[in-house]
T-cell receptor, first 113, second 111 residues
């Protein structure tokens, strides 16, 4: 595997379900990010982890819970989501010393019913 | 919050034509990046610019960091069908490392 991978690529869940999105980077980076991409809106930064510590929580509702167990893996735990949370969730990584230059995964397309 | 104004919103061009799109901001940016997103995929970094006035090429793509530091443009020469996608500008401003994204330019190429 190369670059940034995300699983699953597609997810359909009910509002009472609990699910997790996974991201893995194979670039030797030490900063990772979660973004939300909704139709006709710019990418929204959700969370930032640098050197395995959360350094940014962009006013994200608590029904989204990130986890970064090591510098190569990032999770987004989802519970009691709302239909308006349906979107493409993108993971990205970078060097902590060069956080402007980010590399994205393919995303997880989430549909909340 | 800060915003980037990206234009045009969409373009429908003939194969072989050159394309130009740009991003502007009301505040000074320290870096400008251009990404392309294919349907069902994440954005792919095309070009990164770090200095005012910098002009950088990547194959048929050329991007410039405006000398006012408030704008950037991306040119694509001799477009081909695989250029189809959404092009995003992004940048950082002030002391923040957070990337701010434009709303994208959707490019369609007629063979």
């Amino acid at each position: 595997e190369t670059g940034v991978t995300q699983t699953p690529r597609h997810l359909v869940m009910g509002m009472t379900n609990k699910k997790s999105l996974k991201c893995e980077q194979h670039l030797g980076h030490n900063a990772m990010y979660w973004y939300k991409q909704s139709a006709k809106k710019p990418l929204e930064l959700m969370f930032v982890y640098s050197l395995e510590e959360r350094v940014e929580n962009n006013s994200v509702p608590s029904r989204f819970s990130p986890e970064c167990p090591n510098s190569s893996h990032l999770f987004l735990h989802l519970h009691t989501l709302q239909p308006e949370d349906s979107a493409l969730y993108l993971c990205a990584s970078s060097q902590a010393s060069d956080q402007e230059t980010q590399y994205f995964g393919p995303g997880t397309r989430l549909l909340v019913l | 919050g800060q915003q980037l104004n990206q234009s045009p919103q969409s373009m429908f061009i003939q194969e072989g034509e050159d394309v130009s799109m740009n991003c502007t901001s009301s505040s000074i940016f320290n870096t400008w990046l251009w990404y392309k997103q294919d349907p069902g995929e994440g954005p792919v970094l095309l070009i990164a610019l770090y200095k005012a006035g910098e002009l950088t090429s990547n194959g048929r793509l050329t991007a410039q960091f405006g000398i006012t530091r408030k704008d950037s443009f991306l040119n694509i020469s001799a477009s081909i069908p695989s250029d189809v996608g959404i092009y995003f500008c992004a940048g950082t401003s002030g002391l923040s490392y957070k990337l701010i994204f434009g709303s994208g330019t959707r490019l369609l190429v007629r063979p």
